[in-house]
């Protein structure tokens, strides 16, 4: 009898979740093959890229100068790294141990299961990582003073979702929720990083993560066509249904713009003058699929088989998007 794992693992349009992969990993992954990550001090760059801090346009901040954009560059660092591990540990390894031990409808053969056991080893190695960033950053300069991090736009969509969600969907959006993330949301976040103006040992760390996510990303985009062509269509139906809202919801900047009012409160100790500018700086944002992101979420849906479902394309044109 041949079981589903050696079904889709001898499916060569599904390669990423049998065997080749982990042999990827055993030569590759950074846990099996880098060493610790420590900040050069005596290197000079910021900590975060500069484009992507919208607080640096506001004419009160570049009035400051160049120490306090250091700091809120830093200071963005910190929120990035948060959203990071939050992302990493609440809920990628979240549906991963779904993966391993939930009573899903669908069945994950051995070999899917021992990619999943090096996912959760790769990520929480990337908020070791992290920790250890933090850490070494918070020796650096000790008066940086602590923030409150709002909860992520994407633990918030899967939250919202899942309230509008029968309980026995749950576990199986919330995998694909997270096939998701890893093949858009995650690679965006380390790819901005990847800019000169960015300080040369957290380059260094970005540039390993995305080594890591690289391979994270043909895992995903495989479980995600796997387990979307496997559920019965009822799954579909309802699941499908929200995937629109889903995707303009984790894709918005609530959080952000919440953490960067606080740090502009900080910086200008005025918090009016604070919330007047994150207004006028975020007026008009809006999820549109002429965003690069919103492409590469499409691209993965259309990849996965998922676009071509009814419920899902009615489900775009609910938000307003014609796919
Ligand atoms: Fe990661
Ligand atoms: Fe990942």
New binding site residues.
Partial sequence: MTTTDETAAHDTRLRSLGPDYVARWEARGSVRTRPRKTIDFTQTGYFFPEDRQPLLLDENVAALGEQAKERILIQSFFKYLHDIVNL?IKE?VSACTKVLYSDLPVEFGPEIKLNTYS?VI??YYHVYIAQDLIMQLREQYPDLGEFDFPTSDSQHAVAEIKKRLEPQYHDVFEILANCCF?TTL?RELVEFFDSKDVHPSIRYYVNDHMN??SR?YAFFLDLMKYLWAEVSEDFREAIGSLMGEFVKLYLSVESEKRFNAQLLESVLGDREQAERSIGELYAGFDVTTDMPIVQNVLRAFGKAGMLEHPAVRSSFRKIGWEI
């Fill in positions: 990493e990628i996912i790769d990520e890893e995650v890591d996510e994270h």
